[in-house]
């Protein structure tokens, strides 16, 4: 997905996980919701390249 902000586009980092569907959670207006579960944790990178104000910083 392309974004933009201030003058600048970039692509965002588009992260999908595995997924189980539960067990049902409730009801919400007459509907049931389930309750899903990721089936790993999530890591995120261990560092990013990113610009503020023109300066180039690395968040860790």
Not at 27 to 51: D, P, V
Not at 52 to 57: D, I, L, M, P, Q
């Given at each position: 997905?392309?974004?933009h902000?201030?003058?600048?586009?970039?692509?965002?980092?588009?992260?999908?996980?595995?997924?189980?569907?539960?067990?049902?959670?409730?009801r919400?207006?007459g509907?049931?919701w389930?309750?899903?579960?990721?089936?790993?944790?999530?890591?995120?990178?261990?560092?990013?390249?990113?610009?503020?104000?023109?300066?180039?910083?690395?968040?860790?």
């Amino acid at each position: 997905m392309k974004l933009h902000f201030h003058g600048q586009t970039y692509d965002s980092p588009h992260v999908e996980l595995p997924v189980d569907e539960g067990q049902v959670g409730g009801r919400y207006r007459g509907s049931q919701w389930r309750i899903h579960r990721i089936h790993q944790q999530h890591r995120r990178q261990n560092s990013a390249q990113l610009t503020y104000r023109g300066v180039h910083y690395t968040k860790k």
